[in-house]
């Protein structure tokens, strides 16, 4: 059993750091107040393709590894609840 525990806990490391590198090299997404006042085009190509750029596969990315972030600190915490 010690050794399951010492496996995912090195899972969860390799997510923490790939997550803090990936949250790092994302760009902002926000356009600020002026975007609100004006509003936006979400009729174009890039809106309509932005799943496929390199920022669509980052958010993406972040957020896989947000939930496996979840879902392994929730399996060490079962494990190191039962110890």
Do not use: H
């Amino acid at each position: 059993m010690t050794t399951a525990r010492y496996i995912i806990l090195a899972i969860y490391i390799v997510i923490c750091i790939a997550l803090i590198i990936i949250a790092t090299i994302q760009t902002k997404d926000a356009n600020g107040p002026s975007e609100a006042i004006m509003g936006s085009s979400t009729n174009n190509f890039y809106e309509k393709n932005k799943g496929r750029t390199k920022e669509g596969k980052l958010k993406r990315t972040t957020v896989m590894l947000g939930i496996a972030f979840i879902i392994v600190a929730i399996g060490l915490g079962i494990l190191y609840a039962g110890a």
